[in-house]
């Protein structure tokens, strides 16, 4: 009961002190033999700590992100190869898949949020470009050649607090970066449940990470930072979901939201509920605006 009222406080549901709860609960399981794990994001916190633990457990990491530094230094820790792709590019992200020539688990954990507006090389806004439309164009393109194995979407808790609105997604006329990033990660999970229904041959899966002590966190919200910093996860423990989801035996349903590896609602508030039909027009939206990449 008390562990119920925990969960439902947000805070110490997302917090450390969750984690360490509902470890009490994981079960050690054999993890399946790993090959090619590409990873957007994988150089730093939660990124870089899962792909570390993924090669540890015998995955070749593809780590795609836009700084070479910290690209090449993620390559040596985990042994895997650096590959620099700016995700907001669709043209760049197109070419990278192509050099994609053997099936791939795919962890999408790209996910900075600038702290002003800003535009990405084909004229999207840089948020919804790289977490919305780089990664279901590197989806598109891995798919149509069979190419995908199992895919985790990485979302944020942050989309439960966001009805997906597919208004001004330019954000021409404001830049509210917090909701910006929010819409984008409850877009990310319409799209896990879609592609799900569509692509049966596929395993997708999102997950939140909880509250994560990083940088992206100190740089993009450092107020926040300042005071949750005593409660706030590590990188490893963020990270300890991801890596379930890519080793696990047995994946589960299909096109479902995981935390603390156990599936949760991709609600918790009635007023952030989709309206009909939103979701299949984020589709088609996602498909007209990588139409020919």
Same mark, same amino acid.
């Given at each position: 009961? +008390?562990?119920?009222?925990?969960?439902? #406080?947000?805070?110490?549901?997302?917090?450390?002190?969750?984690?360490?709860?509902?470890?009490?609960?994981?079960?050690? !399981? $054999?993890?399946?033999?790993?090959? $090619?794990?590409?990873?957007?994001?994988?150089?730093?916190?939660? /990124?870089?700590?899962?792909? !570390?633990?993924? @090669?540890?457990?015998?995955?070749?990491?593809?780590?795609? @992100?836009?700084?070479?530094?910290?690209?090449?230094?993620?390559?040596?820790?985990?042994?895997?190869?650096?590959?620099?792709?700016?995700?907001?590019?669709?043209? &760049?992200?197109?070419?990278?898949?192509?050099?994609?020539?053997? %099936?791939?688990?795919?962890?999408?954990?790209?996910?900075?949020?600038?702290?002003?507006?800003?535009? #990405?090389?084909?004229?999207?806004?840089?948020?919804?470009?790289?977490?919305?439309? /780089?990664?279901?164009? +590197?989806? !598109?393109? +891995?798919?149509? *050649?069979?190419?995908?194995?199992?895919?985790?979407?990485?979302?944020?808790? /942050?989309?439960?607090?966001?009805? +997906?609105?597919?208004?001004?997604?330019?954000?021409?006329?404001? =830049? $509210?970066?917090?909701?910006? =990033?929010?819409?984008?990660?409850?877009?990310?999970?319409?799209?896990?449940?879609?592609?799900?229904?569509?692509?049966?041959?596929?395993?997708?899966?999102?997950?939140?990470? /909880?509250?994560?002590?990083?940088? &992206?966190?100190?740089? #993009?919200?450092?107020?926040?930072?300042?005071?949750?910093?005593?409660?706030?996860?590590?990188? !490893?423990?963020?990270?300890?979901?991801?890596?379930?989801?890519?080793? *696990?035996?047995? $994946?589960?349903? #299909?096109?479902?939201?995981?935390?603390?590896?156990?599936?949760?609602?991709?609600?918790?508030?009635?007023?952030?509920?989709?309206? %009909?039909?939103?979701?299949?027009?984020?589709?088609?939206?996602?498909?007209?605006?990588?139409?020919?990449?």
């Amino acid at each position: 009961m +008390l562990g119920k009222l925990l969960d439902r #406080s947000v805070v110490f549901d997302f917090d450390r002190t969750g984690f360490e709860r509902h470890a009490r609960r994981f079960i050690d !399981e $054999p993890t399946r033999p790993l090959g $090619p794990v590409l990873m957007t994001g994988g150089t730093a916190g939660i /990124g870089l700590a899962a792909a !570390e633990a993924l @090669a540890q457990a015998g995955a070749e990491m593809l780590l795609w @992100a836009r700084n070479p530094d910290r690209g090449s230094h993620a390559a040596e820790r985990t042994g895997g190869v650096f590959v620099p792709v700016d995700l907001g590019d669709l043209e &760049a992200v197109a070419a990278a898949s192509e050099a994609i020539t053997h %099936p791939v688990d795919v962890v999408l954990n790209a996910g900075a949020m600038p702290l002003e507006r800003t535009l #990405s090389a084909q004229g999207h806004e840089l948020i919804w470009a790289s977490q919305v439309l /780089g990664h279901t164009l +590197l989806l !598109e393109k +891995l798919n149509a *050649r069979q190419l995908l194995r199992r895919v985790v979407w990485v979302s944020s808790g /942050g989309a439960y607090t966001q009805r +997906l609105d597919l208004r001004d997604l330019s954000c021409e006329h404001a =830049y $509210p970066r917090h909701s910006v =990033y929010a819409n984008a990660k409850r877009a990310q999970l319409e799209l896990n449940a879609l592609l799900a229904e569509r692509w049966p041959e596929v395993h997708l899966a999102a997950m939140h990470p /909880g509250w994560v002590d990083t940088a &992206a966190v100190q740089h #993009s919200m450092p107020w926040f930072r300042a005071v949750t910093r005593p409660i706030l996860r590590t990188p !490893e423990q963020g990270a300890d979901t991801i890596v379930w989801l890519v080793t *696990r035996p047995e $994946p589960g349903p #299909s096109g479902r939201f995981w935390f603390d590896r156990a599936e949760v609602p991709v609600h918790r508030s009635r007023s952030t509920h989709t309206r %009909p039909g939103d979701a299949e027009a984020l589709l088609d939206l996602v498909r007209s605006q990588i139409e020919g990449f």
